[in-house]
């Protein structure tokens, strides 16, 4: 069959090369791809939310499956396009519709549908431009750190903990007032604060059943550490270490569960992926908050664990069949490392040249932000490469990836070399 894949990041590429191994499939396309994609798919000069032109070249090319990678055309409504078109309603898109993408695309609506159905959660409340007045003064009332988060899609970059009152209000004015964020902080949901540890978890839908893939822990920060300002992610692990079958059995019974029960309660057909970030406080799960898309860098290390093929898994989900499909799972650890460009989360140069890839042994380098120029591979984005090893240990993985990384270079080039470390301890 033939497939599409949109987006142009290592989450993308990771698909691809997942789906490339599979004798279903036949022709493989990725809109708009990146230097990686091209060395095993056919590009296509198509941006994510350019719909009317990703529908004329799927009826073109006899396209089957659309999986959709990023969340921005999934809150946009890509998969309502399609459904709606008659010409295009009988290809499968991979992805929650409008409605059902609104527990990534607001915040406000996920807290607010976690309360309804009793997943487990920070406490919060949510304010609009209007109401400023009124969250400055519920900050007075606030215990430290807060957590201020935009209610709509800001890159990755729109939640911001701060340690004092001030910091707070100062932050919720350049929110509201100063729209940091655009109308992606329009409104902004100020939440109590969890101390414990992050990981991720993921579930596959097809509007009635459901599938749970590897978990994988990611770290946010640019800094060694956990320090300085939150990235779209540094690097990843999987499995992690504390999410033994305890914990996962609770991950599963008051969270995953109630969560697949809710969108069906809401009359949602939530066909897609699931990300369910979470954080362990003692030895419960609260949800931080939901994504309606596999994460990145996770899918980097959780796609290399997967032992199925992923078209079967996909044509299950669009047939409604995915309670004929077990997830099989490789047992070695999977630790990627993402490379960034030099001042990122700010200001970045692009269309530098990289060195080193073709020297690297042992690692999948999924490419992120690169595109090819005059037949060199240049950055073309903040994350550039996420280089994945597997390993029979965390230890043995991040050797392989930390050497690799050595390897891989341009002007300006920048990774952490702690990812993973914390679970060593």
């Given amino acids: 069959m033939n497939i599409l894949i949109l987006g142009s990041g290592g989450r993308e590429h990771a698909f691809a090369y997942k789906i490339a191994q599979s004798p279903l499939c036949k022709n493989l396309f990725v809109a708009p791809g990146n230097a990686g994609t091209a060395s095993i798919a056919t590009n296509v000069a198509i941006e994510v939310l350019e719909f009317e032109k990703l529908g004329k070249f799927a009826l073109e090319n006899q396209i089957e499956i659309i999986l959709v990678g990023p969340e921005v055309p999934l809150v946009a409504g890509i998969v309502d396009y399609f459904k709606e078109e008659k010409s295009l309603s009988k290809i499968a898109v991979i992805g929650p519709d409008r409605i059902g993408a609104q527990l990534e695309g607001s915040k406000d609506f996920s807290k607010q549908f976690m309360n309804k159905y009793g997943i487990p959660t920070a406490a919060s409340r949510t304010f609009t431009a209007s109401e400023l007045t009124e969250g400055l003064a519920y900050l007075d009332t606030h215990s430290t750190p ?22 707070a209000k100062a932050t919720l004015k350049e929110m509201l007032a ?12 100020i939440e109590q604060f969890l101390d414990g540890i992050e990981l991720s978890v993921f579930a596959l839908s097809d509007g009635i059943n459901y599938v749970v893939l590897p978990e994988a822990k990611d770290y946010k920060r640019i800094g060694e550490g956990d320090t300085g300002p939150n990235t779209g992610g540094m ?23 109630p969560t697949m029960e809710g969108l069906k309660s809401e009359g949602i057909n939530y066909v897609g992926f699931v990300f369910f970030g979470l954080i362990k406080v003692g030895d419960k799960p609260f949800v931080i908050e939901y994504n309606a898309r596999m994460g990145d860098p996770e899918t980097e290390v959780v796609i290399p664990r997967l032992e199925n093929d992923l078209v079967e898994i996909l044509v299950a989900t669009a047939a409604k069949k995915l309670n004929e499909i077990t997830i099989k799972t490789n047992p070695l650890t999977a630790t990627t ?46 994350r550039v490469v996420a280089l994945t090893a597997l390993g029979n240990s965390i230890t043995d993985a991040l050797a392989k990836s930390n050497t690799a990384a050595q390897q891989v270079t341009w002007q300006g080039r920048y990774y952490r070399t702690d990812i993973g470390k914390d679970l060593l301890k």
Avoid: R
């Fill in 146 to 167: 807060i957590v201020l988060k935009a209610d709509g899609l800001a890159a990755g970059k729109g939640v911001i903990i701060t340690s004092s009152i001030a910091e």
């Fill in 337 to 382: 490392l993402m490379l960034v460009a030099g001042g990122y989360p700010e200001a970045y140069h692009k269309g530098l040249e990289i060195s080193g890839l073709e020297n690297i042994k042992e690692v999948h380098a999924f490419h992120a932000g690169t595109k090819l120029s005059d037949g060199k591979i240049v950055t073309n984005g903040g």
């Fill in 235 to 257: 690097g990843a692990v999987s499995p992690v270490p504390f999410a033994n079958n305890e914990f996962m059995a609770k991950v599963h019974s008051q969270v995953i569960v």
């Fill in 178 to 189: 100063d729209k940091k964020f655009g109308e992606a902080s329009s409104k902004v949901v």
